[in-house]
């Protein structure tokens, strides 16, 4: 079973930049779509961005699209997502998600496996 462990949040003001990594354990995540996902207090689970296995194909929340990015690196078993032009609304806790699939879900409930999730705190 493939076990994710993200890192790289933190606080940041508005207008800054983050990147997240996902570090996948336990197998190789060349064969999963991988997910970023965040939750703010009293918030459900949302989707931000998800990629292909082969990197190929990647979709994003309209809320990111133009400020986020999405890679893998399957070769060093890590996701990422560089976030730019960070705002307010963009404060959460980031999880990573894995699913041994080939189509990317934008429901956290289709997704099995998780990361624990790195909080991102944006300053005004």
């Known amino acids: 079973q493939v076990q994710l462990l993200e890192s790289g949040g933190g606080l940041v003001q508005d207008g800054g930049s983050l990147r997240l990594s996902c570090a996948a354990s336990?197998?190789?995540?060349?064969?999963?779509?991988m997910g970023w996902f965040r939750q703010a207090p009293g918030k459900e689970r949302e989707f931000v961005s998800g990629?292909?296995?082969?990197?190929?194909?990647?979709y994003y929340a309209d809320s990111v699209k133009g400020r986020f990015t999405i890679f893998r690196d399957n070769a060093k078993n890590t996701v990422y997502l560089q976030m730019n032009s960070l705002k307010p609304e963009d404060t959460a806790v980031y999880y990573c998600?894995?699913?041994?699939?080939?189509?990317?879900?934008?429901?956290?409930?289709?997704?099995?496996?998780w990361g624990q999730g790195t909080q991102v705190t944006v300053s005004s």
């Open positions: 998600a894995a699913e041994p699939t080939f189509s990317i879900a934008s429901t956290a409930a289709d997704w099995d496996i």
């Open positions: 990629i292909s296995g082969s990197g190929g194909t990647i």
């Open positions: 336990g197998g190789t995540i060349s064969a999963y779509v």
